[in-house]
C-alpha cells in the first residue's frame, strides 16, 4: 500500500471519528424533541439519503443484488434484521442520554466498546487473548466498577451503548456488505416502523415535525448526519491498517467527553477521573497489544529469555 494512500485513508477516518465525536451538539438543537421521534426520524431520513446516495454512486445494481440474496438466505436475513435492531437501539439511547444531559455517560459507553467487541470474539468466535489483552479487561473492569460504588448503580447507559454497538458489529461480519448498500438495508428493515409511529404521532397531533421549519430541517438533516461519517469511515477503512483505525477511534469518546464537560458543563467528579483513568490504561495496553510495537517489544522479550535459558 503506497504511504499517500495510508495518509488518505487516516485523514478520512480521522474526519469521520472527529464528526462522530461533535455529533452530540446537533442532537441538543433537537432537545425540545421526543428522543423516539428524532430516532424514528434519524432512521427514515437515513433511508431516504442513503437511496439517494445509492443512485448517486451507481451501487443501485449492488442494493438490488443483496436484497435478492437476503431473499433466499433466512440466516442472512436473520443477521441483517438484528443488526438493524442492534443499531437504532444503540441510535436510540446515545440520543435520549444526550438530551438528556449524560454526554458523558456515552463517551465512557465508546470507550469501553472496543473491549466489549474483544470480548464478544472470545465468546462467540473462540478467539485468544493474551496477557497483556486480559489485563486490558481488568482494568477496565475496575474502572467501571469505581463508577458503580461512587454512584450507587452500573453505568448501564455506557453498557448498553458499548454492548450494543459490539454485538452490532458481530452482526455485521455476517452481513458482508459494503458500507453504503449495508446501512441502506438496515435502515429500510426500520423504516416501516419509524414511518408508522411517525404517522401516528401525526395523527395525535404530537409531533414535533412541523412545530418549525427549523426543526423539519434538523430532523431531515438528522439522516445527512448519520450516512456522511459513515461514508468517510469506509473510504478511510479500505486504505489504512486495522491497528491504525484501532488507535483513530479514540477520537471520537474524547471529543464527546470535552464536548460534556466543557460545553454543557456536566458533573466530571474524581469518582470519573479515577474510573476513566482506567479505562485509558486498559485501552492503552490493549492498544499497544495489537500493535506493532507491542509485538515487537513481545518479540524481543521472549528472545531475551530464549538466550537466557
Known amino acids: 500500500m503506497k504511504m499517500d494512500e495510508q495518509k488518505e485513508g487516516a485523514i478520512y477516518a480521522a474526519v469521520s471519528y472527529m464528526m462522530w465525536g461533535v455529533v452530540p451538539i446537533y442532537w441538543k438543537f433537537l432537545q425540545g424533541v ?9 432512521v427514515l431520513w437515513s433511508f431516504v439519503f442513503m437511496m439517494v446516495l445509492l443512485i448517486f454512486m451507481k451501487k443501485w445494481r449492488a442494493f438490488v443484488a443483496y ?5 433466499g438466505n433466512p440466516k442472512l436475513f436473520a443477521a441483517l434484521l438484528t443488526a438493524s435492531l442492534l443499531v437504532t437501539a444503540n441510535w436510540g439511547i446515545f440520543i435520549w442520554a444526550v438530551n438528556s444531559g449524560r454526554i458523558l455517560d456515552t463517551s465512557l459507553g465508546y470507550y469501553i466498546n472496543p473491549l466489549v467487541s474483544v470480548l464478544l470474539g472470545v465468546i462467540v468466535l473462540k478467539e485468544k487473548l493474551n496477557k497483556a489483552q486480559v489485563m486490558s479487561f481488568i482494568l477496565a473492569g ?8 461512587h454512584f450507587g448503580t452500573i ?4 453498557l448498553i451503548l458499548a454492548i450494543t454497538f459490539g454485538l452490532y458489529g458481530l452482526a455485521k461480519k455476517m452481513i458482508k456488505a459494503e458500507s453504503a448498500v449495508g446501512l441502506t438495508l438496515e435502515t429500510m428493515m426500520i423504516t416501516p416502523l419509524a414511518l408508522g409511529y411517525w404517522i401516528y404521532l401525526l395523527f395525535q397531533s404530537e409531533s414535533q415535525f412541523t412545530a418549525s421549519s427549523g426543526t423539519s430541517l434538523l430532523l431531515i438533516g438528522g439522516g445527512i ?3 456522511i461519517p459513515l461514508l468517510y469511515f469506509a473510504k ?3 486504505k489504512v491498517p486495522l491497528s491504525m483505525l484501532g488507535i ?7 471529543l464527546t467527553l470535552i464536548i460534556g464537560v466543557f460545553v454543557y458543563h456536566e458533573s466530571f467528579t474524581k469518582a470519573h477521573l479515577l474510573a476513566f483513568i482506567f479505562i485509558w490504561s486498559a485501552l492503552a495496553v490493549y492498544t499497544l497489544s495489537v500493535t506493532k510495537w507491542g509485538k515487537m517489544g513481545a518479540h524481543r ?4 529469555r530464549n538466550i537466557g535459558a
Open 248 to 254: 483513530l477511534q479514540y477520537i471520537a469518546p474524547t
Open 34 to 42: 421526543g428522543a423516539v421521534e428524532i430516532l424514528a426520524q434519524r
Open 236 to 238: 478511510g477503512a479500505e
Open 301 to 304: 522479550l521472549k528472545k531475551k
Open 225 to 227: 448526519v448519520t450516512a
Open 155 to 158: 453505568p448501564w447507559v455506557s
Open 142 to 149: 475496575i474502572g467501571v466498577l469505581i463508577l458503580g460504588i
Open 67 to 71: 436484497i435478492k440474496k437476503i431473499m
